[in-house]
Each structure stands twice: as C-alpha cells, then as structure tokens.
Nanobody, 116 residues
Framework: QVQLVESGGGLVQAGGSLRLSCAAS????????MGWYRQAPGKHRELVASITSDYSTNYADSVKGRFTISRDNAKNTVYLQMNSLKPEDTAVYYC?????WGVGYWGQGTQVTVSS
C-alpha cells in the first residue's frame, strides 16, 4: 500500500503561480513513476505530467513550457510547479504513483482555481 498526501492548491489570478506537493508513504520502494492528473468539471481525468524513477519526464501539450514536475527521492515527494496559469487550468489535481507490482494509487485531490 502507498499513501499519498497532497498540498498546495488554491485560488490564483491568471498569470500567477502555484506549487503542488505530494508526499508518499508506505511501500514506497515499489514506486516506479509519479505524476499529476487533473479533472475539470464535466471532463475526463487527464495526465498533466509524470516523472519516472530515473527522472524521465512527460508533459501534456497544454502545459509544456509552463509546468515543471520534479521529485525528491529523499523526501518521497513529487512537486508540480505551475507558472503562467490560465483559467483553463482550473481543475482538481490528483497525485498518482505507479508501482512495480502493477497497482496505481491516487491522492485525495487538491483544487486549483485560476481566475481571469
């Protein structure tokens, strides 16, 4: 089992920045990738960014150049730095980890609201 605790969401004006954090605990030795997804009202959950254990990253086209994912293995934490935020970035952001035993885990979600 892996437990995830997210923090850092909130309300920000367009053009502003936020940093999300997600701390993992439990069976962390099995984590092979960490990432962030988001879900806006009436839309499907979508991948925002992911990072593997060897620090390979992947981003959705809509956030490339604005968001940066990073991880601190010593703290078992993944971060999402979000700059130049737009109203269309408004969503609930979920932390996700993939494990080498084939199970994925989700955080509880944190709301990000970008006002125009």
């Amino acid at each position: 089992q892996v437990q995830l605790v997210e923090s850092g969401g909130g309300l920000v004006q367009a053009g502003g920045s936020l940093r999300l954090s997600c701390a993992a605990s439990g069976s962390i030795f099995g984590i092979i990738a960490m990432g962030w997804y988001r879900q806006a009202p009436g839309k499907h959950r979508e991948l925002v960014a992911s990072i593997t254990s060897d620090y390979s990253t992947n981003y959705a086209d809509s956030v490339k150049g604005r968001f940066t994912i990073s991880r601190d293995n010593a703290k078992n934490t993944v971060y999402l730095q979000m700059n130049s935020l737009k109203p269309e970035d408004t969503a609930v952001y979920y932390c996700n980890v993939r494990t080498n035993w084939g199970v994925g885990y989700w955080g509880q979600g944190t709301q990000v609201t970008v006002s125009s």
